[in-house]
């Protein structure tokens, strides 16, 4: 069993939509999370960090964590077009400095 | 501040071959990391260093692989005597001492093993 396990889609949502991501995971040791976005042959790139548990909000986006359920979730209100990529889901122990990523949902938002 | 940059973008080489790849991360981070992504994947560590020491491999990083940051800016990853299964993504990414952000990463290399 992987360390993160995330749903790879695809996940296809018309325009104006709520998208909601989501990623298990089972170390406890998991302290920083985060949310990658990544379009085709690109990098990844950060859209949200969220420390321990609780809510984030960012314009449109929108992360949660809860430890208790090892549960992480990224809600995108109003998706648009430019939304459809890869959402990948990161996360560290609060000593350790390498990420584990989930194998990351692919999003497609629709006109 | 440009951003993390690696070269080259693509690189096709047959298999046995070596090949090197360069990162050059944001000036001010002294954080510098390797991560391979292969199709369908999340990225995977290989190996981390701050300023020029290397503190940390994966056991993806087997020999063939090495890493150097001489000078504690720019890096290089050389694969010795190519594989197929090497073909995969390279990504590297920086970030400030135990930074409480995400890292930031280059747009990756990727690399084709025929």
């Known amino acids: 069993q992987k360390e993160v396990e995330q749903d790879p889609g695809p996940l296809s949502v018309p325009e104006g939509a709520i998208v909601s991501l989501n990623c298990t995971y089972s170390?406890?040791?998991?302290?920083?999370f985060m949310w990658y976005r990544q379009y085709s042959r690109k990098g990844p790139e950060l859209l949200m960090y969220t420390y321990s548990s609780g809510n984030k909000e960012d314009g449109r986006f929108t992360a949660q964590v809860d430890k208790s359920s090892k549960y992480i979730s990224l809600f995108i209100r109003d998706s648009q077009p430019s939304d459809s990529a890869t959402y990948l889901c990161?996360?560290?122990?609060?000593?350790?400095?390498?990420?584990?990523f989930g194998t990351g949902t692919q999003l497609k938002v629709e006109l | 501040d440009t951003g993390v940059s690696q070269d080259p973008r693509h690189k096709i080489t047959k298999r046995g071959q070596n090949v090197t790849f360069r990162c050059d991360p944001i000036?001010?981070?002294?954080?510098l990391y390797w991560y391979r992504q292969t199709l369908g994947q999340g990225p995977e560590f290989l190996t981390y260093?701050?300023?020029?020491?290397?503190?940390?491999k994966s056991r993806l990083l087997s020999d063939r692989f090495s890493a150097e940051r001489p000078k504690g800016s720019f890096s290089t990853l050389e694969i010795q005597r190519t594989e197929q299964g090497d073909s995969a993504m390279y990504l590297c990414?920086?970030?400030?001492?135990?930074?409480?952000?995400?890292?930031?990463f280059g747009s990756g290399t990727r690399l084709t093993v025929v």
């Open positions: 170390n406890s040791a998991f302290q920083y």
């Open positions: 000036s001010e981070h002294n954080r």
């Open positions: 990161a996360m560290r122990g609060g000593g350790g400095n390498k990420l584990t």
């Open positions: 260093f701050q300023n020029e020491a290397q503190l940390e």
């Open positions: 990414a920086s970030s400030l001492t135990q930074g409480n952000d995400g890292y930031t």
